[in-house]
């Protein structure tokens, strides 16, 4: 089994365990809402401000913050792991992303967004927050599992 702990270290190092959320600059607060609306149906906030707005991911949530001012992304790109990966990439050519690989896309304001199936990536979700969801039925690819496996997080 790998090592999960800072193996060789005398003592306690602290280790990241995830993250939190993800803030991104856009022009507009209504306007990105809008947006994401148009490829994921209506939202649920966490919360809003006049210049924030904090999108719900299930146990998770990204903030949208208004007045994005640098050119519009190259390498840097948001990873979003959805449901159904084709279905996003084309909601959001529909929304007018530009698209700009085969399942990347830029919004409006220049956010580099990677469109990611569930199946295909470690990340996991506990069964009761799928569940909550209303994605109990989601299931992890081969590849993933075999990779989760060797990490000692799957069996």
């Not at 007045?67 to 190259?74: A, H, K, L």
């Not at 295909?120 to 909550?132: C, H, S």
Request: glycine share 12%.
């Amino acid at each position: 089994m790998p090592c999960l702990h800072r193996c060789g270290y005398a003592g306690s190092v602290p280790q990241p365990v995830g993250i939190n959320h993800v803030a991104v600059e856009v022009g507009s607060i209504d306007e990105a809402l809008a947006f994401f609306e148009k490829i994921f149906g209506e939202l649920t906030l966490r919360g809003r401000g006049r210049h924030m707005a904090f999108i719900d991911l299930g146990d998770q949530f990204i903030a949208l913050e208004a007045g994005r001012t640098q050119p519009p992304d190259g390498g840097r790109h948001i990873g979003l792991v959805v449901d159904d990966q084709e279905a996003t990439v084309e909601r959001a050519r529909e929304a007018g992303a530009q698209m700009v690989g085969g399942h990347d896309f830029l919004d409006p304001w220049g956010n580099h967004w990677q469109v990611v199936a569930y199946g295909d990536v470690q990340f996991t979700k506990a069964p009761r927050v799928l569940e909550g969801m209303g994605f109990d039925d989601l299931e992890k690819s081969d590849k993933a599992l075999q990779e989760l496996r060797e990490k000692g997080l799957a069996n």
